[in-house]
């Protein structure tokens, strides 16, 4: 097996949710010393490393994250018929793993093979899972480089993602009166009624082509013969559309609001986890540059948009111009969750092909 697969069966093979990334870290750490770099770790537990230029161009950072959505069974990451899943019924991790490996490995190939190149930047971000915390919690000004790329796309390779989400989380609590539910029904005032409503009146699931909705969790009451008093739900709304995410938002808030008043509740509301959404164009110099290095290596050039968040989201907004990338993945999140071998060596490919493509300069629109 190749040096890129074998480096992502060990890391596959611990279990890193978010944040208990520790051994995915050291792994990384250990990798990028034998190369004879010198990374660090940044207050929030990011790992950074340098690259100095040697030659004339456009400076790249890379970037992935360490930490996976919790298993839920073993992690036995096994080859099969030239692609790896894992045969303990849980997810794989190649979300975001495999990318950690296809850029580690693209770096390692860039040193070996003495690639001229005008400075590079890798940074393995923790709890990307739970809300973009480690990017947003690294200090973007020490980065250079102006162009990042990120491979947090499922699918397979040769996508490229041209804009992400607006994303707005909600927490909304009811409060009502408890009471007897058999003997004084009509004294109390059922905060799980109040909830029930506003979910029922609420647009879920794709209210349109650029914009989505979710109810994921909902708590209250305490016992089945007493009318509860407290009930929250958690929520949110996306679009690619900032106009359309505020008024989608606008008319949740309201929906609630309404059954409130129908129930005789008291509502209480928090706008949460929120992230700004991106879109590019083709004739960026970005884009142009992903384009180029990935029909050097033969795939055929796909552009997409994200119905997800990922670290892109939060560079971009910073003022830096990052692009996401499938790395081959297929089934994120899932049982079914694998990557081909031969997909998993192509990303490292890539990542030198980036590397070449912005020295030689982006090619002209």
Not at 15 to 22: D, L, Q, V
Not at 67 to 85: A, F, K, M, N
Not at 323 to 342: C, K, M, Q, Y
């Amino acid at each position: 097996m190749s040096e890129a697969v074998d480096l992502f069966l060990e890391l596959a093979a611990l279990p890193t949710p978010s944040g208990e990334e520790r051994a995915a870290a050291d792994v990384v750490l250990r990798f990028l010393r034998d190369l004879g770099l010198e990374p660090d770790e940044d207050g929030f537990g990011n790992v950074y490393a340098r690259l100095e230029p040697i030659a004339e161009g456009t400076p790249l950072f890379f970037c992935a994250h360490l930490d996976t959505v919790p298993p839920s069974g073993e992690l036995r990451p096994v080859v099969e018929d030239g692609v790896i899943r894992n045969a303990g019924g849980t997810i794989l991790g190649g979300d975001n793993k495999a990318a950690v490996v296809q850029m580690l490995e693209g770096v390692r190939r860039a040193l070996v093979e003495n690639v001229p190149h005008a400075g590079i930047e890798l940074l393995f971000t923790r709890q990307e899972e739970i809300g973009l915390l480690g990017a947003a919690a690294f200090d973007h000004t020490r980065l250079q480089a102006r162009l990042g790329f990120v491979y947090d796309q499922e699918g397979s390779i040769g996508e490229v993602i041209l804009g992400a989400p607006f994303a707005q989380g909600l927490e909304i609590t009811f409060h009502g009166q408890a009471a007897h539910a058999g003997m004084a029904p009509e004294e109390g005032r059922s905060a799980i009624q109040a909830a029930a409503k506003a979910i029922a009146d609420l647009r879920l699931g794709r209210v349109d082509e650029e914009t989505t909705a979710n109810v994921g969790v909902i708590r209250g009451g305490t016992a089945g013969n007493i009318v509860p008093d407290s009930c929250s739900f958690l929520a949110e709304a996306r679009s690619q559309d900032e106009r359309k995410l505020g008024d989608l938002v606008q008319e949740m808030l309201d929906a609630c609001a309404f059954a409130a008043s129908e129930t005789e509740c008291e509502l209480q509301s928090e706008l949460r986890k929120t992230y700004r959404g991106y879109r590019f164009a083709k004739s960026d110099d970005v884009v142009r540059l992903a384009a180029a290095a990935l029909g050097r290596c033969g795939h055929e050039v796909r552009y997409a948009l994200s119905g997800g968040a990922a670290d892109t989201n939060v560079f971009n907004e910073r003022g830096l111009r990052c692009v996401n990338l499938t790395s081959g993945v297929h089934d994120f999140h899932s049982p079914h969750e694998r990557i081909a071998v031969a997909d998993l060596e192509a990303m490292v490919d890539v990542t030198v092909a980036l590397v070449e493509c912005a020295r030689d300069g982006v090619p002209v629109a």
